[in-house]
T-cell receptor, first 117, second 117 residues
Framework: KAGVTQTPRYLIKTRGQQVTLSCSPI?????VSWYQQTPGQGLQFLFE???????NKGNFPGRFSGRQFSNSRSEMNVSTLELGDSALYLC????????????????FGPGTRLTVL | AQSVAQPEDQVNVAEGNPLTVKCTYS??????LFWYVQYPNRGLQFLLK??????LVKGSYGFEAEFNKSQTSFHLKKPSALVSDSALYFC???????????????FGTGTRLQVTL
């Protein structure tokens, strides 16, 4: 099976712009989670989508949003970019077969590195 | 709230020697524990997980981890380190009792493993 794919891999934006990142999960996986990785804050959970519904949300401002399509592909959007949004954004997919997902393994994509100038 | 601590920022070991990367956790109930590895400019790769059962869990690339409930630890081990094991290692936890954000993974800050000849 192909792994999790994320596009684009690299992105450079300026403050105030908005950006959309895309994630295609492993075939058959129904859950997609997004994480932000920075040197200072480490890996932080953004949100999780399951069957097109947001199931969990981390402590990020409303500028961060996401959605999931019927084919389980997911996008996340960041509006009004700030310098502090520069980070590696990781998408992870999991089967979504174990109820609330507790025992599921999350498989990560290579990430999108966003630089905000 | 669930949390993970990785007390060592970096672990240095000579090739051929055993390695240990430490992880302790805090959750309300019985934890679900995971180890991931990250190579430069890559996403996270799953190594192993503990859900229930045998306290010694074997994973990919010769790694194993031991779950110790009394010490709330889940240390990653390998009997003989390779230079190619040099990477950033993350421990993560899920709290099955935290049903509000149950599927969310909480990560430690990461431990950089450096294996030298």
């Amino acid at each position: 099976k192909a792994g999790v794919t994320q596009t684009p891999r690299y992105l450079i934006k300026t403050r105030g712009q908005q950006v959309t990142l895309s994630c295609s999960p492993i075939s058959g996986h129904r859950s997609v989670s997004w994480y932000q990785q920075t040197p200072g804050q480490g890996l932080q959970f953004l949100f999780e989508y399951f069957s097109e519904t947001q199931r969990n949300k981390g402590n990020f401002p409303g500028r961060f949003s996401g959605r999931q399509f019927s084919n389980s592909r997911s996008e996340m959007n960041v509006s009004t970019l700030e310098l502090g949004d520069s980070a590696l954004y990781l998408c992870a997919s999991s089967p979504g077969t174990s109820g609330w997902g507790g025992t599921d393994t999350q498989y990560f994509g290579p990430g999108t590195r966003l630089t905000v100038l | 709230a669930q949390s993970v601590a990785q007390p060592e920022d970096q672990v240095n070991v000579a090739e051929g020697n055993p390695l240990t990367v430490k992880c302790t956790y805090s959750v309300s109930g019985n934890p679900y524990l995971f180890w991931y590895v990250q190579y430069p400019n890559r996403g996270l790769q799953f190594l192993l997980k503990y859900i229930t059962g045998d306290n010694l869990v074997k994973g990919s690339y010769g790694f194993e981890a031991e779950f110790n409930k009394s010490q709330t630890s889940f240390h990653l081990k390998k009997p003989s380190a390779l230079v190619s094991d040099s990477a950033l290692y993350f421990c993560a936890v899920r709290d099955p009792l935290n049903t509000g954000t149950a599927s969310k993974l909480t990560f430690g800050t990461g431990t950089r493993l450096q294996v030298t000849l």
